[in-house]
């Protein structure tokens, strides 16, 4: 399980975490539960940053009015080594991100499970506006298979398209996601990229193959294929990492369930160490 190697290489090299915390109480009741597991599980030195100071929590809180804004100052004046966005507002979040970074889109890279039998995979793109052309897929996949490499797991790549070769005539749009995919994958093995494989429209038979490096068309079929899976079929999300950043920023749910936010922290812990080794 790729979650195992997180929490291993955490446990091993733990670093300082920031996580938002919302202002509805169940927010702040949840986010303090699980930072405080991950503290006492030694996976990061937790930070706790928000509007409303919770009650019994021994760990470092910030109080501040803008924690959307403040929390990645901290990233940026290098006060902590990442941050999860936890259950902060997602628009107020990417609003301050983009701003700080100078950046208008950003891409991230998922880590989902499916349900029982459960398989982990890292997984792209879940923006809308992601993956718009076969350079953008080209870096999704080198990526997710540096990560995985770095994680000491063989990459098993999977690029979907919207349909099989004899569906090109079906549309141009159809006919454009089945030559990026063949593209891509040509691409990514002149670069020295193996076990990659071009898996058409079917997803399943990806899965049933335990591809754990899986890409999509595009943002749309990939955000919907994100809220299938997690939403509505049962499976779960453990956060997703801004890629292109030179320090972790790990996007989660606002909603997100404890394991998700747990999840996320020894993500976050974990691609700092590896982005100083």
């Known amino acids: 399980m790729i979650t195992e190697k997180l929490i291993k290489f955490a446990i091993e090299n733990p670093s300082k975490i920031a996580i938002g915390v919302g202002e509805n109480p169940e927010y702040i009741k949840r986010t303090v539960k699980v930072a ?3 503290t006492e599980n030694k996976v990061a030195n937790i930070i706790l940053i928000g509007k409303k ?3 019994d929590c021994e760990l470092e809180f910030i109080k501040t009015d803008s924690p959307e804004k403040s929390i990645i100052n901290l990233l ?5 080594d990442g941050i999860v966005r936890g259950s902060l507002s997602s ?3 990417l609003g301050n991100l983009k701003k700080s970074f100078e950046k208008e889109i950003f891409y991230r890279l998922a880590l989902l499970e499916t349900a029982e039998p459960s398989h982990q995979f890292l997984f792209s793109p ?3 506006d992601e993956c718009k052309n076969s350079d953008e897929k080209l870096f999704f996949v080198k990526e997710g298979s540096l990560l995985l490499k770095k994680l000491e797991i063989q990459p098993k790549i999977a690029v979907l398209s919207g349909g099989r070769e004899e569906d090109k005539k079906r549309g141009s749009r159809i006919a454009k996601t089945i030559d990026e995919a063949i593209k891509v994958v040509e691409r990514a093995s002149d670069l020295g990229i193996s076990n990659i494989k071009n898996y058409n429209i079917l997803i399943e038979n990806a899965i049933k193959e335990k ?4 890409i999509a068309p595009e943002g749309i079929a990939g955000n919907l294929i994100y809220r299938t899976l997690v939403h509505l079929g049962a499976g779960k999300s453990h956060g997703a990492v801004y890629l292109g950043l030179n320090r972790p920023v790990i996007d ?3 909603v997100g369930p404890e394991f998700e936010y747990f999840s996320a922290i020894a993500f976050a812990s974990t691609i700092s160490f590896l982005q100083k080794n």
């Open 53 to 55: 100071t919770p009650t």
């Open 91 to 93: 628009s107020k979040f």
């Open 252 to 254: 989660t749910s606002r």
């Open 211 to 214: 591809a754990n490096l899986i």
């Open 36 to 38: 405080e597991r991950a």
């Open 126 to 128: 879940v923006g809308i």
């Open 76 to 80: 940026i004046q290098k006060k902590v």
